[in-house]
């Protein structure tokens, strides 16, 4: 299992925090989810010990028999902030990373049909795949990034990140006027359309653009 922290491949590694995710970012993954935009972002968390690196394998848990893949592009906090206003949102940020979130889709459709939490459907252990930390000074605008995942060589998702309802800017002002961000927090900033279905076998490769890859594999439990 993982140690719990961002390997960045330069310098010291940093203590995962709190992962914060995000619902609906991408319009036409709204539209395929049959979900409404929202005016603010809609958050949920996963625990860091739902995290695995690259070379790792997803873990299809016994309590689940269809699992669902979602690419997104992981924003690392590099300090302590509060009520963080937009234009200054990117000075609170370490890096970037690749990020997959996840989600136990037969869990989440009876959670949602009930009213209940996601957190059963988010939160397995390997639930989790992140790429190594891209230092932020890499990185011109985070807000155009290509964006794709491979399934067993097969394209599945591909978008950029321009296409995010919300800004990163927003993102971090919104979500640091509820909770405090930490060093070390890590925001996923949703998935754009192309969502589907994983199973015992596949192997999974992440990119964004140039800067970063992910690829990890899918085992039973």
């Known amino acids: 299992m993982t140690n719990y922290i961002f390997k960045d491949n330069t310098r010291s590694n940093i203590t995962i925090g709190k992962i ?78 690749l990020a997959l979130d996840i989600t136990a889709r037969d869990i989440q459709s009876e959670a949602k049909k009930n009213g209940w939490p996601w957190t059963i459907a988010k939160g397995f252990d390997t639930f989790a795949p992140i790429s190594n930390l891209v230092y932020k000074k890499e990185i011109k605008d985070p807000n155009n990034l290509d964006i794709s995942l491979k399934i ?52 999974l490769e992440a990119s964004l653009g140039d800067l970063c890859s992910l690829k990890v594999d899918v085992k039973s439990q």
């Open 152 to 203: 067993n060589k097969e394209i599945k998702q591909s978008s950029n990140t321009k296409y995010m309802i919300y800004s990163i800017e927003r993102i971090i002002e919104f979500i640091s006027e509820i909770m405090t961000l930490e060093k070390g927090d890590l925001i996923l900033t949703g998935t754009p359309e192309g969502i589907g279905e994983i199973s015992e076998g596949d192997i």
């Open 20 to 97: 914060i995710c995000l619902a609906r970012t991408y319009r036409k993954h709204a539209e395929e989810m049959h979900s409404n935009i929202t005016e603010n972002p809609l958050l949920f968390l996963k625990p860091s010990s739902s995290v695995i690196f690259n070379g790792e394998s997803i873990i299809v848990p016994r309590m689940s028999k269809y699992l669902h893949h979602e690419v997104e592009l992981g924003v690392v906090i590099g300090k302590k902030c509060k009520n963080v206003l937009q234009k200054d949102a990117l000075e609170y940020v370490l890096g970037y990373l």
